[in-house]
C-alpha cells in the first residue's frame, strides 16, 4: 500500500532552517508528483509546494517562495523541503502529498491529492 512517511520536523529559533524528508512506498514514485501541505493551530491545511516528476515544474505559496526549496531524488523515492529563514508564522504540521495522474504537480497546487502522510510538527519560535 501507499506509504508517505515525513520526518525531519522540530522545533528551531526564527531566521533557522529545517529540512523535511519524506519516504514513499508503494507507488511509481519517479512518475508521480510530490509536494507538502501545512496546517497551522485553527486554520485550514494549505498548500505550501510542489514538484513534478521530473524536476521541470515547481510550484510555491507565495509566503515561502525564496526560503523554501522542494526537492527530489527519484533514485531514493525520497521528497525534500529545505526550509530557510523559518518565520513563527511557519509553525505547522507539515503533510507530505502524492498525486500519481498526469500534471501530477499542476494538480497538487488546486488541492488534488492522492496521497498524505501523517505529517510531521515544525515549530518555530520568536
Known amino acids: 500500500q501507499v506509504q508517505l512517511v515525513e520526518s525531519g520536523g522540530g522545533l528551531v529559533q526564527a531566521g533557522g532552517s529545517l529540512r523535511l524528508s519524506c519516504a514513499a512506498s508503494?507507488?511509481?514514485?519517479?512518475?508521480?508528483?510530490m509536494g507538502w501541505f501545512r496546517q497551522a493551530p485553527g486554520k485550514e491545511r494549505e498548500f505550501v509546494a510542489a514538484i513534478s516528476w521530473g524536476s521541470n515544474t515547481i510550484y510555491y505559496t507565495d509566503s515561502v517562495k525564496g526560503r523554501f526549496t522542494i526537492s527530489r531524488d527519484n533514485t531514493r523515492n525520497t521528497a525534500y523541503l529545505q526550509m530557510n529563514s523559518l518565520k513563527p508564522e511557519d509553525t505547522a504540521v507539515y503533510y507530505c502529498v502524492s498525486q500519481t495522474t498526469p500534471l501530477g504537480a499542476t494538480k497538487l497546487q488546486s488541492g488534488q491529492v492522492d496521497h498524505w502522510g501523517q505529517g510531521t510538527q515544525v515549530t518555530v519560535s520568536s
Open positions: 508503494g507507488f511509481r514514485f519517479s512518475a508521480a508528483g
